[in-house]
């Protein structure tokens, strides 16, 4: 019977530490936004921590605070902070306003509303705008329209010019020319080599074939290209910007600063609440046992959270340190100063095991005096395997085709095959397809686009 319960004490401890463990490995993977929301939760779930925002004020008056601040905004119509209401520096928000993410549908309405009192030729509009497709086009002919709209097809081709002087410009042609033309006409440069260009030559633009339009036009490559260049300019999916992702926002976990020649790490807490032991449940002699019981389970698990929050402080410094000191030429050169590195490397210099540095670096960006940069970054995979996943290797190829394009010669640009060789001779050996594919994610077009003339 001894035996069994000793048995069962021995499992019930090592399931709790068990349990342990595995919150102090999830909270060393956590970023700053994510730790900050988890301590959060286990402040609501457990009232032996408090919580304080750095203010000094207790986590209750924090909440009312808050509380009566909603209440406020809410009476004031601003839907947000006022304007004014805190300090600059008494506190500093994790959260950032979302830009407004308007849909295409929904801003034209707003402006159809507006621009057209007649109620017959409001439907008219609105029906044309349900029929945009998400670059801002035309869909349907206008005769169906007419239809499906009991109108004349004047009385829709009035609303259709009306609806193209509409924002954003472009909006509601039929095609790619009608588009290109109705920016240009706004802006007053639809004349010349640039109204030829968008009515005649768009195809050959799309190819480079400056040539071929300067023949065809009788005039200059020169003239063909500054004519082309300012017709790029212009937008060729005038609705493509509405309606998408909210943006995301990075909250660096790390600040990495210049100071008298030497570098500083700062753990950015400015987001992470601080937590401590509540006052009331320090001393529990006057409770029941069935009470006291509970109350060592909270104060056990809120002193095991602020401890593991701790380790994770520590731990994050640590990595980060002999990162720096492993990367020196990265503080001053950038990505293209970085040198090969694995975790493995870090980990027998700060004596942990490799998986503790990949937790400590998951979901974790530092700030440098030149960038924000991804932990991961920093750690080497293969640069010449042909796959998707995004290294420090491959960032640092990146950067040095970048430079080289930026450097080259426009009457004469790099090809691939020259840009590939030119890689070799920095010593990065990877193939003029993989070239291709990053100059191609980079946002340049071949060498024969990006002559120039």
Known sequence: MQAEQSLNLNLSQH????????????????????????????????????????????????????????????????G?????????????SLEVAEPVAMTLEEELIDQVNFAFPDSFERAIAVFIVGSLDHNGYLTLPLAEIARATAAELPAVEAV???LQEFEPAGVAARDLPECLRIQAKRQGIYQGLVASVIDHHLDEVADAQIKKIAAAEQCR???????????????????AAYGGEKASFITPDVVVQEVDGAYRITLNDNYIPQLRISAAYQHAESFDAETRKYITQRLNAAAWLINSIEQRRTTIRQVVEEILNRQPDFLVQGIKGLHPMTMKDVADAIGVHESTVSRAVANKYAQ???????????????????????????????????????????????SDQKLCELLKARKMDISRRTVMKYREQLGYLSSVKRKRY
């Open 160 to 162: 259709l010019r009306q």
């Open 368 to 414: 440098f005096p030149h960038g924000v940069m991804a932990l991961r970054k920093f750690f080497t995979a293969n640069l010449a395997k042909d796959s998707g996943e995004e290294d420090f290797a491959a960032a640092q190829a990146k950067e040095a085709i970048t430079e080289l394009i930026k450097g080259e010669d426009p009457h004469k640009p790099l």
């Open 221 to 239: 490559a020169q003239d063909v290209q500054a004519a082309v260049d300012i017709v790029r300019r212009l937008d060729p999916k005038p609705g």
């Open 80 to 92: 947000g902070r006022a304007s004014g209401y805190y300090g600059e520096d008494s506190e500093q």
């Open 15 to 78: 399931l709790a530490m068990t349990v342990k463990l595995q919150q102090a490995i999830r909270i060393l993977q956590l970023s700053a936004q994510d730790l900050r929301s988890e301590i959060e939760k286990e402040y609501l779930e457990n009232p032996a921590l408090e919580i304080d925002y750095g203010d000094g004020a207790p986590a209750e008056e924090n909440l009312l605070q808050a509380e009566h601040m909603s209440r406020l905004v809410d009476y004031l119509g601003e």
